[in-house]
Nanobody, 114 residues
Framework: VQVVESGGGWVQPGGSLRLSCVVYDSGSIFAISTMGWYRQAPGNLREVVAH??????SYVDDVKGRFTISRDNAKNTLYLQMDNLKPEDTAVYYC????????WGQGTQVTVSS
């Protein structure tokens, strides 16, 4: 299984980015899995920022109201719409299952600065 994240880049504070994550999984595991977006800033541990599954979706407090997670199970794709970005959102962003991880992808770098 290969996980490929994309959509990162440099943006000024207050800007927006939309991340995508395609999971190349020949089975139907993606569709039945709770999937999450994670991020890792320099010197920090990787942390989950949002996840979405059959039971619903959830966000960590500091992205609530700014980030929106969504998915297209027909395309094995997870999305993260990030609005009103802040410098503290700067990190490498990854996606993965919440339980029973795939091998991690390379992530996509998000840099928020003026």
């Amino acid at each position: 299984v290969q996980v490929v994240e994309s959509g990162g880049g440099w943006v000024q504070p207050g800007g927006s980015l939309r991340l995508s994550c395609v999971v190349y999984d020949s089975g139907s595991i993606f569709a039945i899995s709770t999937m999450g977006w994670y991020r890792q800033a320099p010197g920090n541990l990787r942390e989950v920022v949002a996840h979405m599954g059959r039971s619903g979706l959830s966000y960590v407090d500091d992205v609530k109201g700014r980030f929106t997670i969504s998915r297209d199970n027909a395309k094995n794709t997870l999305y993260l719409q990030m609005d009103n970005l802040k410098p503290e959102d700067t990190a490498v962003y990854y996606c993965n299952k919440v339980i029973g991880k795939y091998d991690w992808g390379q992530g996509t770098q998000v840099t928020v600065s003026s």
